[in-house]
Nanobody, 124 residues
Framework: QVQLVESGGGLVQPGGSLRLSCDGSKLTQSYGARAWFRQAPGKEREAVSAMTITGLNTWYADSVKSRFTISEDDAKITMYLRMNSLKTEDTRVHYC?????????????????WGEGTQVSLSK
């Protein structure tokens, strides 16, 4: 069952901004952490940013730190990834994911639910 739905991707010029959203309204169980991953063709899926419940702990990949901001709404239904100063290297399919409890926040295998992805593309 697809329990997460990403949106907000698109084509943007280098230096531009996008805000990705992850709709978790169809989740049937509570969770301990949420994260954003990204993947380029032929490459492994890698963590971009992660957060525990209510954002008590957050993590960012070095490549996006200071440019991206992870957050969620007060109801903890929707997660966001605000992406500023986008670079060509940010061209990826981005996925949101949820795990039952905070464990191995950067490990794809620890996540229980995934969206189907939203494409972020930088113009050349």
């Amino acid at each position: 069952q697809v329990q997460l739905v990403e949106s907000g991707g698109g084509l943007v010029q280098p230096g531009g901004s996008l805000r990705l959203s992850c709709d978790g309204s169809k989740l049937t169980q509570s969770y301990g952490a949420r994260a954003w991953f990204r993947q380029a063709p032929g490459k492994e899926r890698e963590a971009v940013s992660a957060m525990t419940i209510t954002g008590l702990n957050t993590w960012y990949a070095d490549s996006v730190k200071s440019r991206f901001t992870i957050s969620e709404d007060d109801a903890k239904i929707t997660m966001y990834l605000r992406m500023n100063s986008l670079k060509t290297e940010d061209t990826r399919v981005h996925y949101c994911a949820v795990q039952t409890w905070p464990s191995g926040l950067l490990n794809v295998d620890t996540y229980d639910s995934w969206g189907e992805g939203t494409q972020v593309s930088l113009s050349k």
